[in-house]
Nanobody, 121 residues
């Protein structure tokens, strides 16, 4: 019913930039918090950044001042601008959103399939 599709991943050199985007589709009544998580092989999934429907942002300390999260409520999208990329940023990045469907009570959390970001050494 609700789908999240990420795009923009790829291979970049250290110090480079990349912009990830995520589009939410379905019978959407409203969208609450949206965010990005990442997971590298053999490591735990970690929060990268979140943004409320009012624009309040939250970042992991490891990406603060380098990454910027934004959203477009009219297009149901969330983006992650990544600058000054480091090899340790290499991971699969997942988009997530709390979505209330039409005539549904409350929100459910949905996830995208992920997009790979690789920063070469």
């Amino acid at each position: 019913q609700v789908q999240l599709v990420e795009s923009g991943g790829g291979l970049v050199q250290p110090g480079g930039s990349l912009r990830l985007s995520c589009v939410v589709s379905g019978s959407i009544f409203s969208i609450g918090v949206m965010g990005w998580y990442r997971q590298a092989p053999g490591k735990q999934r970690e929060l990268v950044a979140t943004i409320t429907n009012g624009g309040t942002t939250n970042y992991a300390d490891s990406v603060k001042a380098r990454f910027t999260i934004s959203r477009d409520n009219g297009q149901n999208t969330v983006s992650l601008q990544m600058d000054s990329l480091k090899p340790e940023d290499t991971a699969a990045y997942y988009c997530t959103a709390g979505v209330q469907m039409y005539r549904e009570f409350g929100f459910n959390q949905y996830w995208g399939q992920g997009t790979q970001v690789t920063v070469s050494s």
